[in-house]
């Protein structure tokens, strides 16, 4: 009844709880006012443990939510991307802390076909690298660099000197004592060079192109076995074989490039995940590197590549409204940092390296200005150490030409011009002035006030300064620098530079007053040893001291040609004094001078490397006829090669020769791919849509990346003038090997899904094509072992172009014949 009281009066019973609390509330007050302090404190302890349980709780929901949207995001990309290796993050409650932490798990996946693949290329670039045990062709390079190297010795490449550094501490790892000089090219290595080792570092890096082709495959969405095949025909081509066995730069220069392109693809797929800024780095420091492995035009063309990849994102990024403007400022903003300072941090910090390891004066220094030499130890530094640096009336000095490609001082003798040139023209007759490429005593002169007859320096010295009017006498003829408004000898366009001889029988106007110009002057303004760059400025004609670049005929001794020109900004017109000094007297210690102590005097790293840069593009362009440079548009079909070493004593030999089957059917792809797109946009315009759109925009993003790939490591060779060879084009090749895997995967999956058969008759023709390529690789593999001696009638066999030329002994033959006919 009690119940149902309650139930039926629902006031009634909460009347009666409310009661009971209250009792309940009077009883735990009367304790409370009864307890000590000690149960206050745990009372206290009590609602602040509740509390931090219900904070405790709110965490660890939202972690699990977090860490499950996480687990999901990650399955996602797994299934994706199975490279990637899957990430779990999970929350445990700790007993010490309340806040969560994550524990990372790592799952490993090995893919048995990249494996066996990766193997199979050690196996051949790996196989017998002892031989030959000769130097050969471009091995000179990274042989010339070690020893350079191992003596501190300053040199200069064409080349930059990522590759070379590589070399150098392999070399200091295994154990190179830095004797051998590596010159010239076929000489025998002595059995203390760890030729193993060395060369060990080049088939290392080639071996590397499978997995990074293997996954860039992948990436790019095509299948296991598509991948498959492009490592194949990698593996197996004799040119990149050949190229991968030696000390030689391509191979190191390959991986970096392909490692550019890889990390651009996964910082697509992962945009929007939290390796996206990783990534971006991973893809800069791979393309920084790529050109700094190889040749100086290499990297324009790597750049060019990816730039042009970055900036094709970004240009779609633009047009996403969903990206907020102000983020997506300070996205152009990273990427335009990372994309542009890193790459030139890792290539300026490749030159601090080589400085740093090559301090020492060498044989090489001629060609960098007077203040690098004197920056370098033991060279020009121990001439002009303790000359006095300030210029003043009366000092001796040399003048060199800063920028030139030849180094060149300012020159002069007692031989005159001819009266007459043998294109009529005549000549004033007067003492020439050259620049001459060697130091001589005719290369030294006296900066004279024109106020005063004296030539010597005066007490209290006077210091020139930039804007004096001065003379140049010439120290061993005593005849002033003088220009005049006659045609200079080779160059009618500009004026002749002469010293003045005065004749009694002509008026001759003497005009040798020249105003100095300081281009970097100081706060003194006075005119310094190595460190001014200075302009001569011919007072009447307002023109400059420079050279034309040209050499005089014979009778000038083919010297470079001196004249003045309107120009005055010209960089042929800077001038630096390289060697100084003071005749006379006890005054001389009253200058300034360099400290005695100093073994070489400091340059700015970036004032050198600007110079050394300038060096480098001056030797890549430099136009000198080689015997083995072809023409680019025979790279394609595979119409030239040049030989890397041959036996004396029988016909075994190595050539840069391609697999044709490999370097023919790849360039076919080509026109394939294009006549694929050509297809498909005509049936598109007839509204026939023979492949979905999906498709379509795979087809064309994939095979449009790796022609422009192909394109840019290619068609600039045809604009350069200088001496170009066939490993030029193996960069090229590469995409195209990419691009004709992509095709076969297209049609594989596209125009054989008709039927099961034909897909069958499909695959089985492709394994046919691989069979043959390896047939022929086995075919061509004794030019890139060099360790078979081939019959004359093999070579004759293996000639399948007129332009490959292989070696014949006449020797080797008749001693075969007498071999043949001896009972």
Known sequence: MAMDNNESNPSKAHDSHTSKSTGKSRQRKDAKNQSSKKVEIKNGLDQSTEQNANQSSLLQKETTTTSASLHDRSANDTEKYPSLATVDNTVTESQDFLLPYFSYKVKLELDVMLIGLTFLCALTRFYNLCHPSNVIFDEILAGKALFMYGRGIFFIDAFPPLAKLLYTFVGNFAGYNGNFTFEPVGTAMPNDVPIQALRSCCAFFATMHIPLIYSIMQQLGHSRSTASVACILVIFDNALLTQSRFMLLEPILLFF????????????????????YILIYLLKYSSGFSPQSGFGIFFLLVCAYVEHLAAYDLWLLIADRNIKTRKLWSYCG?????????????????????FKMAPRSGPQDQLMSSKFQASLKGGLASVVINQPKEIVYGSKLTLRQIYTNH????????????????????????QQVTCYTYKDPNNWWIIKDPKSTNQTVETPHRAVKDGDIIQLVHVKTNRTLNSHN???????????????????????????????KIENPNANGTWTQLNSRIRFIHLATKQALTTSGKQLPNWGFYQLEVVTDRNLKLDSSLWN??????????????????NKEDESISMPFLDKFLEMQRIIYILNFKTVDHEFASDAASWPLLKSTFIFWFNTKDHRQIHLLGNPIV?????????????????????????IYVINRDVWHHFCYSGTLLMLGWAIHFVPYFFIWKNVFIHFYLPSLLFKILLLSSVIDHISVQWTRISPKSRLVFTAAVVSFLGIIAHYFIYFAGF?????????????????????????HRQVIIRRVAEEIKP
């Open 257 to 276: 490039i392909l490692a550019s392109l890889y990390c651009y693809l996964l910082l697509r797929a992962e945009s929007h995940s939290r390796y996206h």
């Open 334 to 354: 990273f990427c335009f940092a990372a994309f542009i300072v890193v790459p030139a941090i890792l290539y300026a910090f490749q030159f601090y390296i080589h």
């Open 407 to 430: 180094p060149c001082w300012l020159h002069s003798h007692e031989h005159i011009y001819p009266i007459k040139y043998p294109d009529g023209r005549g000549s004033s007759g007067q």
């Open 486 to 516: 006659v045609a200079s000898p080779v160059t009618p366009t500009h004026q002749e530079v002469a010293c003045f001889v005065h004749y009694n029988k002509t008026n001759l106007v003497k005009q040798d007053l020249w105003q100095l």
């Open 577 to 594: 004094v390289e060697e100084h000094k003071i005749d006379g007297g006890k005054f001389i210690i009253r200058f300034k001078q360099y």
């Open 663 to 687: 370097w023919w059917i790849c360039t076919f792809s080509l026109c394939v791919y294009i006549a694929l797109v050509v297809f498909y946009m005509a049936l598109e315009r007839r509204q």
């Open 784 to 808: 890139s072992y060099g360790n078979y001696s081939f019959a004359r009638e093999e070579l004759q066999d293996r000639k399948w172009r007129d332009d490959w030329e292989f070696i014949v």
